[in-house]
């Protein structure tokens, strides 16, 4: 089976930095995606890492290492509109299931 | 991006009733949808892929007779809720890939289900 594991709740300032790390255990492993869900809406993509490194896409970059099962979403400039839920997700190529994460909860104060 | 329409966004239904939920790709064909049921505060849990033209696949613990899916159309499925039962309350959301990228998965609204 897959399983994937984030902290449950982060707090960080506007306009600051913040990294939301994931752990993941897979009998095969094709990429890990990030989702950003905010209160009653449906969940939208971010970013897919299927190599180790860094992808930039704007303020957020996604990291993954897949030698250690793990991978980070990085959120720069924070915004108060970026209070949301993250999740980090493996998914396959193809038609493959996406499995999510337990989820972090981001909370970005003034 | 795809669009993925749900349909409808919230249903309130009496204990032992059935509610149909609609899952529709506006600009793209999708042969396989993915149905996910998540309750307040969690995660989303996959419940079922969705196959065009054949059986879905159930998850684990997943009862494949209460949860009825019907993928007739490379552009419809549907997820019956059949007998519901107040525990079945919870926030049931479609979504489904496009054949260009097949990386990103592309979410239908979700619908808010009570059932009282």
Not at chain 1, 27 to 40: E, K, P, R, T, V
Not at chain 1, 71 to 85: I, N, R, T, V
Not at chain 2, 41 to 68: C, H, I, P, R
Request: aromatic share 12%.
């Amino acid at each position: 089976g897959q399983s994937l594991e984030q902290p449950s709740e982060v707090t960080a300032v506007e306009g600051a930095i913040v990294q939301i790390n994931c752990t993941y255990q897979t009998s095969g492993f094709y990429g890990l995606s990030w989702y950003q869900q905010h209160d009653g809406g449906a969940p939208t993509f971010l970013s897919y890492n299927a190599l180790d490194g860094l992808e930039e896409t704007g303020r957020f970059s996604s990291f993954l290492s897949r030698s250690d099962s793990y991978g980070y979403l990085l959120l720069q400039e924070l915004q108060m509109k970026d209070s949301a839920s993250y999740f980090c997700a493996l998914s396959g190529g193809g038609y493959q299931k996406v499995t999510f994460g337990t989820g972090t909860k981001l909370q970005v104060i003034p | 991006g795809a669009v993925v329409s749900q349909h409808p966004s919230w249903v309130i239904c009496k204990s032992g009733t059935s509610v149909k939920i609609e899952c529709r790709s506006l600009d793209f064909q999708a042969t396989t949808m993915f149905w996910y049921r998540q309750f307040p505060k969690q995660s989303l849990m996959l419940m079922a892929t969705s196959n065009e033209g054949s059986k879905a696949t159930y998850e684990q613990g997943v009862e494949k007779d209460k949860f009825l899916i019907n993928h007739a159309s490379l552009t419809l499925s549907t997820l019956t809720v059949t007998s519901a039962h107040p525990e079945d309350s919870s926030f049931y959301i479609c979504s489904a890939k496009d054949r260009v990228n097949r990386n990103e998965a592309f979410f239908g609204q979700g619908t808010r289900l009570t059932v009282v």
